[in-house]
Structures are given as C-alpha cells and as structure tokens.
C-alpha cells in the first residue's frame, strides 16, 4: 500500500489545530471555554493566514458570546502559537463557526422521522 504524503501545510494545519484547542481549553479566560471543539484548520499556501473551524454546543446567545471571545482573544492565541512554531511569519487567526454538526443532527432527526412512517403495502 502506498504511503499517503502529506504537504507541509497539512502538517502546520493540524499542529495549529491541536495547539489551539490546547490554548483554548487552558487559556481562554470563559467559563464554557471547555465546550469549543476545534474542527479544521485551512492554512493559505503562503501560511499567512489560517482559518480555524470550531463548533460550540450552546445557545445562539452563548455561541455569538464565545465568537466575540475567540475574536477578543486572537492575538494572544497567535502569540502563544508562535512559541511553538518555526515559521518565517505566524499566520492571522479567523475563527469561523462549523455549522456541520447542526446540519448532521438535522438531517438524523429527518432520516429517523423518514424511517418511523407507516411503509406503503407494497413494499411489505
């Protein structure tokens, strides 16, 4: 079987990932801070940039909270992510609410709700 390679920027993308859930999870100064999952991170070819996913699982008044923390709280994540890079320049950090999950338990709920109909007679 043969080896699947990864670039350079998938490798940068999942340490971003993992250092900040790391960071969030201990640093971020909010009391729900522990219930953000990070899901992804797109990092630009020129690693200028990186978009980092995440999902909250709250109200929509706790979730609009918590993207106005993580917007508060960018630089001194990117700061702290530089400590553990080599990087010629850190990327800029832009936290963008996964909306997959709410799509996922929607489309459960319809599939479940499908399966629960009476079927028609001639498919007994």
């Known amino acids: 079987m ?8 998938d490798r940068v993308a999942q340490q971003i990932q993992r250092d900040v859930a790391e960071l969030i999870r201990g640093e971020l ?12 991170v797109e990092v630009t070819r020129d690693y200028s940039h990186a978009k980092i996913f995440y999902t909250f699982l709250g109200d929509a008044e706790a ?25 010629f320049k850190m990327p800029e950090l832009h936290f963008v609410y996964d909306h997959s999950v709410e799509r996922g338990m929607q489309l459960e709920s319809l599939i479940n709700q499908a399966a629960s109909l009476p079927k028609a007679p001639d498919e007994e």
């Open 2 to 9: 043969p080896k699947k390679s990864f670039s350079r920027s």
């Open 63 to 87: 979730q609009a909270d918590i993207a106005a923390k993580l917007e508060q709280a960018k630089g001194f994540l990117r700061s702290e992510l530089a400590r553990g890079f080599t990087l």
């Open 29 to 40: 100064d909010h009391p729900k801070a522990s219930l953000i999952t990070v899901t992804d």
